[in-house]
């Protein structure tokens, strides 16, 4: 009997011992949610080659109506976790359970609720998103990027999510990891500058929590800055509001804060009821940006509620970012930032739930801490996110008043009151193995041990319009990608410095941009004249002359560069490429290896040994080179081009390759081969599909042929490319520029000096892009030719592309143009009859509809237009009050006319109207404060005298005399009207 008992015993310690490790392993799967979808379309076939999306589209339609849809997504779980990350939405992390709430710790959308919000258009609302490249939500953070899952030696598993960003083009892969045995998750971050030139650097990791009036905020900081870097209190702010605090945030407009002032590696959100919260944490040097974004607690920002979600409420954005601030000011400490050739960032962070601790002090891997001091007492709390049996120890300037060894299991939080604590005391607490070892998490209230002193403001008297002033201001445009205002501003700046060489640098790096390449060269020599040994200018001097076919000083000036440990990795991968281009393997091995002393895991330098091994028929030593690519970069295509060249697996190659654009990436990847010389490598990227369906790949392959002395396949090839759509085919690529030169001069097709023209106004000369498309004449067929066109003409000319374009497919698109190129020129009889026209064609189109609405005020139809307003609905975009501005104006306007007709009463009733925000229209009603009433006060007041009530006038005058204060540097145009008519 006692034998059988021991038997018991030990099968139940057996079964509890196999239940806890199946509890601690970690699973990842491609998995489906169904989400209620409102959906976008209606890619813009227009090319914007002097917007600041380009070479991308814009999306222009979005819907009003939800429909339920499954989306493929990725699963991660662990006993604690369950994420949720969907590689269709630009691989954000929609969402991030915990488990044993049921309740995810960050904002869970239900829907896919797209809305005019990111630079490209369409965006959706909740988890955690990832944004590079250029300021803005990063361009495809509405649609797929390319992912691959695994399971990882540790027991962790991982879904790798990563995108080409084609306007800066930099490159980027998010692990998200989660490991078995701990309650967070990490995103670990490779951001990758493939290009030999500065680019801009951008990146901000923006995370949503719902927004209530519980919700707290800790931010460890003493200020916040704006986006132009304007310094005010934090957290207590100038009014004397803690605006930590959600609920306190009732005020002003959309709300955005950068907190700094602190030396912090986290933030915490905490609902304060619910007694749950979210920690971030990453390192100081790699996240010092931290930003709440607040949408703003008037209906101006609350409207936001209903058009991104349909049941889960309002939300927050707490974000992390690479610098201090979204910067887009001149003249503070806080500016645009750049992105090294050929470098390579990396990055970790945290991400998890924390529960009853009431708030958080401090966080780290370990979990978080809370301490509130209550009189004489405090309470402490912590939630651990791993399991610890570590000592807490707490010190009172320094002497030790508690130690507690705390023993707990993943997210068991513990707490404890210390009561009868020394007067004035500063407390410090400490979490470690013993008393004696290392912190694992240190937490102090001495502000010297957290508070930083750097300035936060720029010298009053400094003088923008000196060299350092104009070249500062080329530099920020430059790191901003705007290259025609960096070029005018270099320009300037070295009218008053001729030799300045940082100006010089920067003014030919404009130059390579824009394929300037002799212009460029020049440059580069003023520089090397003044400093033989400046490795920007080396670098710069090879790159041209790379460029222009002097093969023997494109070396020497990356030999020299290469002579400065900074610039050691890029001038030694561009050495690499000109031997690879003069086929010397050995030597491309022998500066690949130099590049990798400096950047162990550089991807291109991995890639060109790779490549130099497949070429000298190492097949063994480049599988070993794609072993260590693959684990780093799963998602490195050139790697694994490379090794479907050795092994012929084309799925292998293709199959991860699941992005929106696929042929943009394979277009890249073509790039590279030619940049190493190797055509035959770019010639079989540029024609695989889906790249053989895009125009400007297949003319790229045909001057490959040309190239190779393959004239009739050339011939043959080009022929492939003429008969493909010109839409959504957005040359952009300075390699792209011979090839379309020598298509011009093969080919009788418009296309191609469409395509040339688009590409050559890109890179900065769009008086020859105008010549280009004039030299097609009228013989076109294709209606965005013509739309397209008409953005380079003015006045008739103008106006005769609009009515051709219309004549071939009267879309809304050409209706729009027609519409507002009669609104431009007073023409708005015809305006109202094109409205009129395209309000029948396209009922649906908000856009028209309001020009509809405006072009019956022109005609003076007021109250045709007010009633025609209220029963549209408009879908705005972020920050557009454009529907709110017409009806304004049409009730004004009313208002107006019958004051002069001598109907006050009348006249106040419609003021009363023209006060209003009607929601239907797109716009909130910000708070009152934030109006600009101008207009309507001073006709009331003047409505209010002639019915002779002095007293109601009066308090309109003053409050006229307010908004006049509040609202002097801003010019309202029905404000001048109404004034100078009455």
């Known amino acids: 009997m006692r034998n059988n008992s021991i038997t018991k015993v030990i099968a139940s310690f057996g079964v509890m011992l196999s239940l806890n490790a199946t509890a601690q392993k970690a699973t990842v799967r491609e998995d489906v949610i169904s989400l209620n979808t409102y959906p976008f379309s209606d890619p813009n076939p227009v090319p914007q080659p002097e917007s600041s999306i380009y070479p991308y589209f814009s999306f222009d339609k979005f819907s009003d109506k939800g429909t339920q849809q499954d989306w493929k997504c990725v699963t991660l779980e662990n006993p604690y976790l369950k994420v949720t990350v969907m590689p269709s939405q630009g691989g954000k992390i929609w969402a991030a359970i915990e488990k044993s709430s049921g309740e995810s710790f960050v904002y869970y959308n239900h829907a896919a609720k797209y809305r005019l919000v990111a630079m490209r258009g369409p965006w959706t609302s909740g988890g955690i998103e990832a944004n590079f490249g250029v300021i803005g939500h990063v361009p495809t953070t509405a649609t797929p990027v390319d992912y691959f899952i695994r399971e990882n030696v540790d027991g962790s598993v991982s879904c790798y999510v990563a995108s080409l960003e084609l306007i800066t083009h930099t490159w980027w892969q998010v692990e998200i990891n989660l490991p078995p045995d701990k309650a967070y998750l990490t995103t670990k971050t490779t951001f990758y500058n493939a290009t030999p030139l500065v680019r801009p650097y951008y990146h901000w990791m923006n995370a949503a929590y719902k927004a209530t009036d519980d919700l707290e905020m800790y931010f460890p900081g003493q200020y916040h800055i704006g986006h132009p870097g304007d310094a005010h209190p934090w957290p207590v702010n100038e009014q004397g509001r803690d605006i930590s605090k959600y609920a306190n945030n009732d005020f002003g407009e959309y709300k955005s804060y950068h ?12 609902y304060r009821n619910s007694q749950l919260g979210s920690v971030h944490h990453s390192a100081y040097g790699d996240k010092p940006g931290m930003k709440i974004w607040i949408w703003g607690l008037s209906r101006q920002g609350m409207i936001w509620e209903n058009l991104l979600s349909d049941t ?23 500016k645009q930032f750049s992105f090294e050739p050929y470098a390579t960032d990396r990055w970790t962070e945290y991400w998890y739930p924390i529960k009853e601790i009431g708030g958080a002090v401090k966080a780290n891997t370990l979990g978080a801490l809370n301490l509130v001091r209550n009189g004489t007492s405090c309470t402490l709390a912590f939630c651990p996110v791993q399991k610890i049996d570590d000592y807490l120890t707490v010190t009172a300037d320094g002497k030790e008043i508690f130690s507690k060894k705390l023993t707990l299991n993943v997210l068991e939080t513990w707490k404890e009151t210390l009561p009868d604590l020394p007067a004035g005391a500063k407390l410090k607490v400490v979490i470690s193995k013993s008393p004696s070892a290392e912190p694992l998490l240190v937490y102090s209230e001495a502000p010297e041990d957290r508070n930083l002193s750097r300035p936060v403001t720029s010298p009053e008297d400094f003088d923008k319009d000196s060299y350092f002033g104009l070249f500062i201001q080329g530099q920020q445009a430059l790191y901003a990608n705007d290259l025609k205002r960096a070029d005018t501003l270099l320009r300037e700046a070295l009218k008053k410095e001729p030799y300045a060489i940082p100006a010089l640098r920067h003014l030919a790096t404009v130059c390579l941009r824009r394929a300037q390449y002799a212009k460029a060269d020049s440059l580069a020599r003023i520089i090397l004249s003044i400093n033989a040994y400046d490795p920007d200018g080396n670098i710069l001097y090879g790159l041209a002359n790379s460029f222009l076919g002097r093969s023997v000083d494109a070396m020497d000036g990356f030999s020299i560069a290469g002579l400065t440990a900074s610039h050691r990795t890029a001038a030694s991968i561009l050495l690499a490429k000109e031997y690879a281009r003069k086929q010397d393997w050995k030597q491309v091995l022998h500066y690949a290896s130099q590049a990798l002393n400096g950047d162990a895991s550089n991807q291109d330098a991995l890639s060109l040994k790779m490549l130099a091994y497949r070429k000298m028929s190492q097949p063994n030593e480049a599988e070993k080179i794609y072993g260590i690519i693959e684990s780093e970069y799963p998602l490195n295509h050139t790697s694994r081009f490379e090794r479907y060249l050795q092994n012929g697996k084309i799925d292998e190659f293709m199959g991860l390759i699941r992005c929106e654009l696929p042929n943009e990436t394979l277009a890249e990847l073509a790039s590279w081969y030619e940049s190493a010389g190797c055509l035959d490598e770019a010639y079989q990227l540029l024609t695989l599909p889906p790249s053989d369906s895009n125009a400007i790949g297949l003319i790229r392959a045909a001057y490959i042929l040309h190239i190779q002395g393959k004239a009739s396949e050339a011939k043959a090839m080009l022929a492939k490319a003429e008969a493909l759509s010109t839409h959504q085919a957005l040359p952009s690529r300075t390699e792209t520029l011979p090839a379309l030169k020598w298509a011009v001069s093969q080919s009788d097709s418009w296309k191609m000096k469409y395509y040339l023209a688009i590409l050559t106004t890109f890179l900065g000369d769009k008086a020859k892009g105008s010549d280009l498309l004039e030299e097609c004449g009228n013989i076109p067929d294709d209606y965005a030719f013509y739309l397209t066109r008409a953005n380079y003409r003015t006045d008739e000319a103008k106006l005769q592309d609009l009515l051709a374009s219309e004549k071939i497919n009267p879309s809304w698109r050409v209706g729009m143009q027609l519409i507002r190129y009669y609104e431009q020129t007073k023409q708005y009889d015809k305006m109202y009859d094109y409205a009129v026209k395209y309000r029948k064609l396209y009922p649906n189109y908000d856009a028209i509809g309001l020009k509809y609405a405006s072009a019956l005020l022109y005609l003076k139809k007021y109250a045709q237009s007010a009633d025609y307003l209220s029963k549209m609905t408009v879908l705005p975009g972020e920050g557009g009050v454009e529907g709110r501005v017409v009806y304004r104006k049409a009730w004004l306007y009313q208002a107006l006319q019958s004051a002069k007709n001598g109907n006050y009463s009348k006249a106040l009733t419609q003021l009363d109207k023209a006060r209003l925000w009607p929601e239907n229209l797109g716009a909130g009603k910000p708070y009152e404060e934030d109006i600009d ?33 509040r609202f002097a540097k801003q010019k309202d145009v029905m404000f001048d009207t109404i004034k100078d008519e009455l």
Do not use: H, M, W
């Not at 907190?259 to 905490?270: M, N």
């Not at 889960?312 to 003249?331: H, K, M, P, T």
């Open 312 to 334: 889960d409420g309002q939300y927050v954005e707490l974000q992390s970012g690479r610098i201090y601030n979204q910067a887009n000011g001149d003249f503070t400490p806080f």
């Open 259 to 270: 907190v700094l002032g602190e030396y912090s590696d986290f933030y915490a959100a905490y």
């Open 933 to 965: 009433s101008r207009a309507e006060d001073f006709l009331t007041a003047y409505c209010y005298e002639k019915l002779k009530n002095p007293q109601q006038a009066a308090a309109f005058r003053e409050k006229l005399k307010q908004k006049e204060e």
